[in-house]
């Protein structure tokens, strides 16, 4: 216990930068923390609208602290610096946001996966998807001013701006006026995959809660159908693919 800092003062600098980076981390544990918890006691719809009120004011005393402290400039709540990014940086930008996304949920799998198995993974895996699809479709149609029932159009919209539509490259078919079918043509874990001469991850139990509810949240009216996703077969031209309808 001797080589334990008494307090901060204590620390050098590179172990004080590893604590703001610890510090981050705890923000964004509290901060899901509270909206399951919200969501466990009062339902998936009032948590979002607490969310919806909380993060604007946290984002915005945050970025007002760190602004006072790192000396950047903040237009409407946003540091100026992102907004005048040129457009081929930024793209870089989101791209690299949301394969830290990809990895974040890849290394909570292999977290539970490693040490209880694959069967705990998956069942932890497709619940997180029953909870993260709603709140991705909820933040996805606030952002576009989607309305409560947008319809087909709608969700083509929405499904363009998910995190895998930064990683993935997708195709939507349409089928008439009452139907499309959305195939993930490129997916960046089973290509991974395939370069490592393994056989593709069977996705499809997350698939059917992740888009099933996505779509839902999105237009309560929507009907989602499964016609292939790992482990079922499929051609080379898709991984897995999704019919949306709307009578």
């Keep these: 216990m001797e080589d334990v800092p008494a307090g901060v003062q204590d620390l050098d600098p590179k172990d004080k930068a590893a604590l703001v980076v610890d510090m981050l981390t705890r923000i964004v544990v509290h901060y899901g923390l509270w909206f399951s918890e919200v969501r466990h006691q009062m339902g998936m719809e009032k948590a979002l609208a607490a969310m919806d009120k909380a993060t604007k004011n946290s984002l915005g005393i945050s970025m007002k602290h760190l602004s006072a402290v ?19 940086t930024m793209d870089r930008l ?50 576009l001013g989607l309305g409560e029932s947008p319809g087909l159009d709608g969700l083509k919209k929405a499904l363009n ?76 031209d898709w991984f897995c693919a999704w019919r949306f309808s709307l009578e």
């Excluded at 790192?70 to 081929?88: H, K, T, V, Y």
């Excluded at 069967?119 to 709603?134: I, L, Q, T, V, Y």
């Design 161 to 236: 701006f998910r995190m895998y539509a930064f990683i993935n490259r997708q195709t939507m078919v349409d089928e008439g006026a009452n139907s499309f079918v959305f195939q993930m043509s490129e997916c960046r874990v089973q290509q991974a995959r395939q370069r490592k001469n393994l056989d593709d991850y069977p996705c499809k139990s997350a698939g059917l809660v992740e888009y099933t509810y996505f779509a839902t949240a999105i237009d309560s009216r929507i009907k989602t159908e499964c016609i292939g996703c790992p482990p079922d077969p499929h051609p080379d």
């Design 70 to 88: 790192l000396g950047f400039e903040l237009e409407n709540g946003i540091p100026r610096a992102l907004g005048e990014m040129d457009p081929e």
């Design 94 to 143: 989101m791209a690299a946001v949301a394969k830290s996304w990809l990895a974040n949920d890849g290394v909570w799998f292999q977290a539970v996966e490693f040490d209880h198995g694959m069967n705990d993974a998956k069942r932890c895996n497709d619940s997180c998807w029953g909870k993260f699809s709603p709140y991705e479709a909820h933040a996805i149609k606030k952002r």
